[in-house]
């Protein structure tokens, strides 16, 4: 008799499709080219178990191997212009003789396409399953320190300065150059103060970037994040400070001196905070013109969720039952399934303390597309992850946010 085609030792994703693995670590190659989730190779998944929760996972393989064909065909026909993550670009003036250097301006119409292409950046041209965006992460914040400390503006020149240059080049282009400038500080800036708060969710980490915060993420800053990733300054300001307030609490655990009044009175205020913004997206709010405006409120519910975690840990989660209910009926009922790449962090962290009965709807979207992207890497590691707290959120009651994030090393959410 024949030997099976397949392992009865490889991953639990190439046994369910009854395929050949070749038992790669820290996931197999054959679920690695196709872009699905790799369910590794420990116990056997709670879902698999014959029945409406095997078929959905089998299903949503199946979606995605269809779309990663689909995919490839179409880019062995017609090479796909990059998406640009730049701010685009107006003219000064259309009916200048002279040639006007353009003005950047962030797009008001936020594209989940640029966090596409970054973390495709990010994960294939630098190898390591995608994990050495930690390096080129912080070599980025420390030229942005070391441009700041040393106070280099490329736009600062003096009077005499300013009068030779205005010699050679007329003033409209000159302003334009420094508008030019200036824009693409102003992304720079949003951009890696962005990607440095999502990084210490999980790494828990106090933002490298946290003395500038309150300035770049002030209500009248130019810098406005929902231009770049999709949310608001307000919530990522809060995200930042729990982030901060969770390394500051570890520490001071560690050394013996923490201050569990100073701590609570934070607390409070970080949640006064959040509670105030949201409330401008109550229930009867509907984002009919601009689906992405649900962004905000998502990631607003994900740092209360951060908030009791850091707090709590997985201990009296029915605190968060009217959270989780608010951000369920979002998810499935208003955001367009194009929106959920900007929506990474949220269903992570919200994932975290869902409900059992709400679990299928996290392990449909981070086993489908367009949230499970051929080009990136990371995003495949999640729900293996997810599946996990959810397993030992169960089973230890003492299970706790920091042990959580041992099973998330090296993988940013986005």
């Given at each position: ?66 779309h ?15 998406a ?20 950047d ?14 973390m ?55 302003e ?13 800036s ?8 999502v ?31 999709g ?15 969770h390394?500051?609490?570890?520490q001071?655990l560690?050394q ?63 605190i ?11 998810l ?83």
């Amino acid at each position: 008799m024949a030997p099976p085609l397949w392992s009865k030792q490889g991953c639990w994703t190439c046994r369910l499709r009854k395929k050949k693995c070749d038992e790669g670590h820290p996931q197999c190659s054959t679920c690695e080219s196709l872009s699905i989730t790799c369910h590794g190779y420990g116990s056997k998944p709670d879902w698999m178990d014959g029945g409406d929760g095997e078929r959905a996972v089998a299903n949503g393989i199946k979606e995605v191997v269809k779309h990663t064909s689909r995919r490839k065909t179409a880019q062995s026909v017609k090479h796909r212009d990059p998406a640009k993550i730049a701010p685009k670009s107006t003219t000064v003036s259309e009916s200048s003789s002279s040639p006007v250097p353009s003005l950047d301006k962030p797009d008001a119409a936020f594209s989940v396409d640029e966090t596409t292409l970054l973390m495709h950046f990010l994960d294939n041209l630098f190898t390591n399953y995608g994990n050495a965006w930690h390096s080129h992460l912080r070599a980025a914040i420390n030229m942005y320190l070391r441009s700041n400390k040393y106070g280099s503006a490329p736009t600062d020149l003096t009077g005499e300065s300013r009068a030779v240059l205005n010699k050679e080049l007329p003033l409209l282009e000159y302003e334009a150059l420094v508008s030019n400038d200036t824009a693409h500080s102003r992304f720079m800036s949003g951009t890696l103060i962005w990607l440095d708060i999502v990084s210490c969710i999980t790494a828990a980490t106090t933002p490298h970037l946290l003395e500038f915060h309150s300035t770049v993420m002030a209500p009248d800053s130019q810098t406005q994040l929902e231009d770049i990733m999709g949310c608001k300054n307000w919530v990522m300001l809060q995200i930042g400070r729990i982030a901060a307030l969770h390394a500051n609490k570890l520490q001071a655990l560690r050394q013996g001196h923490f201050n569990c009044e100073e701590f609570k009175q934070t607390i409070i205020d970080i949640d006064i905070e959040i509670q105030s913004g949201l409330e401008a997206y109550g229930p009867d709010y509907v984002a009919l013109c601009n689906p992405t405006t649900l962004i905000t409120p998502l990631f607003a519910i994900m740092a209360s969720v951060y908030l009791h975690l850091i707090t709590h840990g997985f201990q009296e989660l029915g605190i968060l039952d009217v959270f989780i209910a608010r951000a369920m009926i979002i998810l499935q009922t208003e955001v367009p399934t194009h929106v959920l790449p900007a929506l990474v962090a949220p269903l992570y962290v919200i994932g975290s303390v869902a409900r059992q009965g709400d679990e299928q709807f996290f392990r449909d979207a981070f086993s489908s597309p367009p949230l499970l992207d051929t080009s990136l890497k990371q995003r495949t590691r999640i729900l293996p992850i997810l599946e996990e707290v959810w397993d030992k959120r169960r089973a230890e009651s003492s299970f706790l946010w920091e042990d959580s994030l041992e099973l998330i090393p090296d993988i940013l959410l986005i």
